[in-house]
């Protein structure tokens, strides 16, 4: 039997600079098993998706930390890292646990404090999840990188500035109504157009922010469940990963991203469902081109026709297929290790009813997860009872 | 049924100026393809352990550059840290992987870069598996960490600094004959105790050396290895894994370390064994006390007895319990996130007959893998056909 989902939790996405890791990352804890007759004597296991937490905190070995800070302390504990797909990879690790008998309950989080450091900090630390030989050392950074793609796909596909500033503006807005999105607050096409410039044809409202905070959900076995009461009806139908060259420069086309197709096929496969069955998405949106890219990968569009999504308001709340009701990293905010478990909690809360930007009639919902410019690609598909 | 172990192989560990984590990395997963028909397309996933690259190379996301690199792109990868236990940690996530059918053949590996930095540097990034508040910040660094855990211990139960070199001494001895081990020169006891002091009462000899290298080891479902060509008949019978609290300070004992009791329980249920079952065994010897507290947690001496391994000869190469044949963290080196493979590696040898000190009739063989200072541990059982 597919592994249930017992409880969900978040902060607030935002600029925390009076907490660290371990606080963020107890404060969702506690939330999480707030709502259940769980705790934390009952965790087999705690998994913790972190992807900077030595360079911004010095501090490593997060998995036995947290799990002992979450009250958890003989736990198996682990940390993994797989850019900013580290929460998509953790929730992956903690199902294989669970499927494999060795855990009937895993707490599968995410953690980032980024914004104590200043910028220059944080853009090297980033840096880290491209290839250092040959990006880093030539003076790419992750917009130029994704900056690269998009004005390729604009080439290729006559995109226009204004198509990609429309996934801005309805993530922003989807953002409003989020009481754990780091921004409230509307968007134009015109005030995305209007902003500042980061990497042509990029703007600052083509990007996520840096934020701070923490994600939690625990995975339980199917018998574990029948014995506790749990506070939602959400179990896993499928997942899927997969990885290509770090390097954009090793990739046949920077205008595909090839693992995240093998990685939608793969949970397709294990949920035997298909993109016209999925009701509501989150797609990693660390800038607008990249949700454009993901809406092709996982099937929803054809090659060079994702920008219908937002434009035609097809992936609008009300539109035929809701991208990132949650706001999306461009509204609710990435804190990078954190942002796969977050999908996860709110893809949890759509499937329950009880999201702040709620679909109607919601029974398989996908979340989609990625590391450095492809790299690394986690989907995962949930459905109800 | 229980994974088997297709290959396994290892750099040496020693200090590599001129290569790379990656050059490590795929020197060592080229070796394990030698001997199979196994190739980077077989590999459903690559796992890797590494602590610091991300301080010491500015290089993350080690696990889609890596799994690039040895020429399985497409796999699932992730990398895992858990300080010094990495390793350990890597290899049963691919254990899992395995059992729960999402995979039919990973490629545990790890890796690590440590020389290239200057010390200073070393014994910063060492310090992030410490508790970075309540240890690094009151300026406890590892050797002493171990220092105050052998000090107490002396005090409890007597032992003198000659059992602790006693120690040294054996492994160091062991890894003469291993071409794998980063020192091949023989010791005395004399030599030890007239080294010069790092943290009192350890002196040099004491304690493990900065190492580069990488292993791995390629862990198949029972049904891939039916249709393959496998280079060992090693199979795992068991894994168990716990955690303690980070801070030293926060455990009721600095003379016990209670994850390791946990995971080696756990791991021998799993097993159906005992420790009078082991053949032979590899642990987690950063630092000599650590071998005899090991001991000890694995059920080998009863509490305060752990000396008498290295001191009356029953841990040596023709006692009655051979522990680390290899030369041990002291003298084949530790490349912290790799080691937890590594002994992986040695033991397989040990079961296919095929170890430089190999010892007679090994059915069932123990690895001790430990992050930080006993915060993350991993205990495995292999056994034979």
Avoid: W
């Avoid at 992807?51 to 036995?64: C, T």
């Avoid at 604009?154 to 922003?172: I, T």
């Amino acid at each position: 039997m597919p592994p249930k989902i017992a409880s969900v939790a978040s902060t607030k996405y935002d600029e925390h600079p009076d907490s660290s890791s371990r606080e963020l990352f107890v404060e969702a804890a506690i939330d999480a098993f707030a709502e259940t007759d769980l705790g934390p004597s009952d965790l087999d296991a705690v998994y913790v998706g972190n992807f900077m937490g030595d360079l911004i905190e010095d501090q490593g070995h997060m998995g036995a930390l947290l799990a002992d800070h979450v009250g958890a302390r003989e736990a198996a504990s682990i940390r993994i890292e797989s850019a900013c797909a580290s929460g998509g990879a953790t929730f992956r690790q903690a199902v294989h646990a669970v499927e494999s008998g060795a855990a009937d309950a895993v707490l599968a989080g995410g953690v980032e404090q980024m914004s104590i450091a200043n910028i220059e900090h944080v853009t090297d630390a980033l840096a880290n999840a491209a290839d250092d030989v040959y990006e880093n050392e030539q003076g790419l950074t992750f917009p130029g990188i994704y900056a690269l793609m998009a004005r390729r796909y604009m080439h290729e596909f006559g995109a226009r500035k204004e198509d990609l500033a429309a996934v801005s503006v309805k993530n922003h807005n989807n953002a409003v109504e989020n009481p754990l999105a780091q921004f409230q607050k509307k968007l134009t096409v015109d005030d995305v157009l209007t902003s500042k410039p980061i990497a042509t044809p990029l703007v600052l409202y083509d990007a996520c922010p840096v934020s701070d905070g923490a994600s939690v959900v625990i995975v339980v076995s199917e018998a574990f469940a029948a014995e506790h009461s749990l506070d939602t009806s959400a179990r896993v139908l499928g997942t899927g990963q997969s990885s290509d060259a770090v390097a954009l420069q090793d990739r046949a086309t920077i205008t595909r991203t090839p693992a995240a197709e093998r990685a939608a096929e793969e949970a397709y496969d294990e949920a035997d469902t298909a993109p016209e069955d999925i009701d509501v998405v989150e797609v990693h949106d660390c800038f607008t081109i990249a949700e454009i890219l993901a809406l092709e990968a996982l099937g929803f569009y054809d090659r060079g026709e994702g920008t219908r999504g937002a434009v035609d308001g097809e992936t609008a709340l009300d539109g035929k297929l809701p991208v990132n009701t949650s706001g999306g990293l461009l509204g609710k905010g990435h804190p990078v290790g954190v942002t796969g478990i977050g999908q996860i909690v709110e893809l949890t809360k759509q499937i329950d009813g009880r999201h702040p930007n709620q679909v109607e009639g919601v029974n398989a919902a996908l979340a989609h997860n990625v590391g450095g410019s492809g790299a690394s690609t986690t989907v995962t598909i949930l459905g109800g009872e």
